[in-house]
Structure formats: structure tokens, C-alpha cells
């Protein structure tokens, strides 16, 4: 069960993505029901995902459970935020494409919001590529 803290932080972002791209959380895996994932509605490529994880499991102290974001991300970038609190290599994707922030406080919402709006832009198929794929 999440803890009313752990729903505030998830409904600021689940609320950003809906009234920024249209699109709600999908819930896929029954063993783990509170971990979800946001995709495109047009090429249903993942954006982001969000996910409840043991702080032992990002090398942090402490067993207990964290919500944490995973978005894709640039690699450049990756190397420099990780240096900061909060930022992680990503947790259970490409850790050299992918970005996991924790979702607890640590890092303000704008970062977040920043970071789910360059994911789109990465994982999002564009026209003019699709065409030249084809």
C-alpha cells in the first residue's frame, strides 16, 4: 500500500504527463501492481516508468521502499547528474541511455518535469525518421 506521500509524488507527475501528453499511467505487471509506465500514444515506445524500488537496490542505506522515475536520457548529461543527490544509473534499464531519479523530494519537480519532457522528445518517433525507416 503507498503511503499518502509516496501517492502526492506520483500524482504530481502522473498530472504532468497527462496534461502534457495526453497520456495516464499503464500498470503491466501483477507481481509488482504500483509500478507503471508512460509510453507514446503513437509509436507506444516507453517515456518513462515509475517504480517502487528498495534503497539498498540505488546503493543507497536502508531497506526501504522508494518510488523512483526512469527516464531516457542523454549520456553526456547522465555522467553530470549523477554526481548530484537524487540521480542515480538507471535502475533496471540501458544505464548508459537511461536516468533514474528518486522520487522523495530530493529533486524539485521542475528538474523532473524537465527531464520526462527530453525523454518524450528522445523516445518519440518522428515522421521523416519512420519514413526513411520504411
Known amino acids: 500500500m503507498l503511503s499518502e ?3 502526492k509524488f506520483r500524482k504530481v507527475v502522473f498530472d504532468y504527463a ?3 501528453y495526453g497520456t495516464d499511467p499503464e500498470y503491466l505487471w501483477e507481481k509488482t501492481p504500483d509500478s507503471a509506465v508512460l509510453r507514446h500514444k503513437n509509436n507506444n515506445k516507453w517515456y518513462a516508468a515509475v517504480l517502487d524500488v528498495r ?5 543507497l542505506q536502508g531497506d526501504e521502499i522508494v518510488d523512483i522515475i526512469d527516464v531516457k536520457c542523454d ?10 543527490d537524487g540521480y542515480f544509473r538507471a535502475y533496471h534499464m540501458n544505464k548508459e541511455k537511461w536516468l ?6 530530493t529533486v524539485p519537480y521542475e528538474e523532473i518535469f524537465g ?9 518519440e518517433v518522428k515522421k521523416k525518421e519512420k519514413k526513411n525507416k520504411e
Open 115 to 123: 527531464l520526462i519532457d527530453l525523454s518524450y522528445e528522445l523516445t
Open 18 to 20: 497527462k496534461e502534457t
Open 75 to 84: 549520456p553526456v548529461l547522465i555522467g553530470s547528474l549523477i554526481e548530484k
Open 5 to 7: 506521500e509516496r501517492k
Open 55 to 59: 534503497k539498498c537496490k540505488l546503493g
Open 100 to 105: 533514474t531519479v528518486i522520487l522523495d523530494g
